[in-house]
């Protein structure tokens, strides 16, 4: 029985990319995609924070430890930023009231500069980054390459020609035809409630009308959900499955600093904000003391993307190098509902798999009842 309930999990889309469940996990952790792909859900790596003389060697080791298994590769490709950016002058050139607000919470919080230099301290969003980023990939033996924020036609096609699968992320209808349009073959629906950069359309809202304009295009379900009922229901829309991301954090393989845990862990799905303070666009995160600093009445607006990254990284880089329960913070969704301790990655699946069951037997007394009325 349960062996036929799971058979009826499989979505055309798990046949098309040989994976057991419906569960899509994006993570910026090797060991977390490594760990998915090992309880049978399709592991989607971010790239788009690390620095890129290190990106081959990510790479090669998450390739190393898959085994042939198939995954994918994330990358952020926002439009609006510049063609280059050098960090250091960058940073010279920002605007006083901005620089002067974060030196004041420098002082205040007594945030000390970070010991080892990381992509926020180092990197600039910019086209120059995303096409060296975008060599990397295409190198890369992913099956899939997911792109978030925007879209870029040549990768599109490029990616194609290698024979890998694209997915775009988007947050409505007018980014779903664009992606359409340009031939992307897999939709990633975020709702409003998921961890990150996120358009403020619900998911609950989103999916069917995604659903709708994709047609034959599949459509993964992203924003607030980590549970199996939710899945279910997600696939009772219309989606070949679900894509998670704040779930994971839960997980060892995550190496989530034990200040950042304990937020989440005591975090409701309330405590997270959207904000403009991390990017520069609408991010959604959980709230810490450094989160509501830029929504007190005397902050200045936070700078566009690019430059906000530029103006706080160190500031992000050194609360997460020193675990700083005050000032911590991270993406997060509304999904943080379900993160109550330390877990697995295989303790999730093994959850998430049997919520999916119970939410499926839960629903055949209904359809039982009618067939008798
Ligand atoms: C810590 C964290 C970092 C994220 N970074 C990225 C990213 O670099 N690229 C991306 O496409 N999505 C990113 N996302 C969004 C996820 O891909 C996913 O859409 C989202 O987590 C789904 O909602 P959920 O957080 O409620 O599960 C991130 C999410 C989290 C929680």
Redesign the pocket.
């Known amino acids: 029985m349960n062996a036929a309930i799971e058979t009826a999990f499989t979505t055309p889309l798990c046949r098309r990319l040989r994976v057991r469940f419906p569960i899509f996990g ?1 993570s ?1 952790s090797v060991d977390v995609c490594v760990a998915i792909a090992r309880a049978g859900g399709f592991p989607v790596v ?1 790239l ?2 690390e620095m890129p003389e290190e990106i081959p060697d990510i790479i090669k080791s998450l390739e190393r430890k898959m085994q042939g298994m198939p995954y994918g590769i ?1 990358l ?1 490709l926002p439009g609006g930023v510049p063609e280059h950016g050098n960090h250091a002058s960058l940073q010279e050139a920002l605007p006083i009231e901005q620089r002067n607000f974060v030196s004041a919470l420098r002082q205040r919080f007594e945030i000390k500069p970070p010991s080892q230099p990381s992509f926020f301290t180092t990197q600039v969003r910019t086209q120059a980054l995303f096409d060296q980023q975008i060599e990397q990939v295409l190198a890369s033996n992913a099956t899939a390459i ?1 792109t ?1 924020i925007g879209l870029r036609a040549d990768l599109i096609v490029r990616a194609k020609a290698a024979g890998k699968m694209t997915f775009s ?1 988007i947050g409505s209808p007018r980014h779903a035809a664009k992606a359409l349009d340009m031939g992307v073959d897999v939709l ?1 629906a ?1 709702g409003y ?4 950069h996120t358009g403020p359309i619900g998911t609950m809202s989103l999916i069917p009308q995604i659903v709708e304009l994709a047609g034959d295009t599949p459509v993964l379900a ?5 549970t199996g009922g939710q899945i279910l229901g997600s696939m009772a829309m219309g989606a070949q499955g679900a ?5 994971w ?1 839960a997980a060892k393989e995550n190496h989530t600093p034990s200040a950042l845990l304990e937020r989440l862990v005591n975090a409701a799905s309330d405590d997270t904000v959207v904000t403009r303070a991390h990017s520069g666009k609408p991010c959604r995160v959980v709230r810490s003391a450094w989160i509501d600093a830029w929504e007190q009445t005397d902050a200045p607006a936070p700078l566009p993307m690019p430059f906000q990254q530029v103006l706080t990284g160190d500031v992000f880089t050194s609360i997460h190098e020193t675990n700083d329960n005050r000032l911590i913070y ?6 943080l509902f379900a993160i109550r301790g330390q877990t697995t990655i295989a303790a999730q699946f093994e959850q998430l798999v049997s919520e999916m069951r119970e939410a499926w037997l839960s629903l055949q007394p209904w359809a039982g009842g009618e067939t008798s009325a």
Request: proline share 0%; no cysteine.
């Open positions: 994006f910026h971010g788009a924070r994330d952020m997911a978030a992320l990633v975020q409630d998921a961890g990150g992203a924003g607030g959900i980590a894509w998670l991301g704040t779930l954090m991270e993406a997060a969704g509304q999904s």
